[in-house]
């Protein structure tokens, strides 16, 4: 069983940065390909971002391609989400998740992905 947990969220004018984190425990993530996705109010589930198990795949959402950076820390069962140019759309909860599938072949489609985080709000300000 795999525990996720967020932090890193916070308020910010439009065109800062935050740094989120997802820290694991319980199990290994080293295997996992891992995402990010967000939730607004009224809105369905996004998928952000996917790193495959290496770091060397990364795939990106249009809305946050060149803002966005996904990266990992598999001696710190770790995964991080740089956000920078953050615009009031990127407003939301955001969400770790891993899968099973070390490749995130069936990102964003969030089914594929076993175990999340309870989430961290970000929230952007024009």
């Known amino acids: 069983q795999v525990e996720l947990v967020e932090s890193g969220g916070g308020s910010v004018q439009s065109g800062g940065s935050l740094r989120l984190s997802c820290a694991a425990s319980?199990?290994?993530?080293?295997?996992?390909?891992m995402g990010w996705f967000r939730q607004s109010p009224g809105k369905e589930r996004e998928g952000v971002s996917c790193?495959?198990?290496?770091?060397?795949?990364?795939y990106y959402a249009d809305s946050v391609k060149g803002r966005f950076t996904a990266s990992r820390d598999n001696t710190k069962n770790t995964v991080y989400l740089q956000m920078n140019s953050l615009i009031p759309e990127d407003t939301a909860m955001y969400y770790c998740?891993?899968?099973?599938?070390?490749?995130?072949?069936?990102?964003?489609?969030?089914?594929?992905?076993?175990?999340w985080g309870q989430g961290t709000q970000v929230t952007v300000s024009s």
């Open positions: 790193l495959s198990w290496s770091g060397s795949g990364q």
């Open positions: 998740a891993a899968s099973k599938d070390p490749f995130c072949s069936y990102f964003p489609q969030h089914d594929s992905f076993g175990y």
């Open positions: 319980g199990h290994t993530i080293s295997n996992s390909g």
